[in-house]
C-alpha cells in the first residue's frame, strides 16, 4: 500500500512552487530524512536544473482503456 509511495527519495512533480514558475514542486521525503517529511503532503522546491542523489521521479503509467 501507501508504505511504498514515500520514503525512497524526494520526487519531482510537475506542478510549479510559486506563481512565477521558477521552482518545481518536490516531494516525499528520502530515506536518510526524519519521518516529518516522508509524507505525501510535504513541500519543497527545487529549480529545475538541480540534481542531487536523494532527487527522482516516479515513473506512472495509465491503464488501457475499454
Known amino acids: 500500500g501507501m508504505f511504498d509511495v514515500h520514503g ?3 520526487e519531482w512533480c ?6 512565477d514558475e ?3 514542486v518536490i516531494r516525499g521525503g528520502a ?5 516529518r517529511f516522508c ?4 513541500r519543497v ?3 529545475p536544473s538541480y540534481r542531487d ?4 521521479f516516479r515513473v506512472c503509467l495509465l491503464a488501457p482503456g475499454p
Open 14 to 19: 510537475v506542478d510549479w512552487f510559486d506563481a
Open 22 to 24: 521558477a521552482d518545481r
Open 53 to 56: 542523489w536523494y532527487l527522482g
Open 8 to 10: 525512497n527519495v524526494w
Open 31 to 35: 530515506w536518510d530524512n526524519s519521518a
Open 45 to 47: 522546491w527545487r529549480w
Open 39 to 42: 509524507r505525501a503532503a510535504y
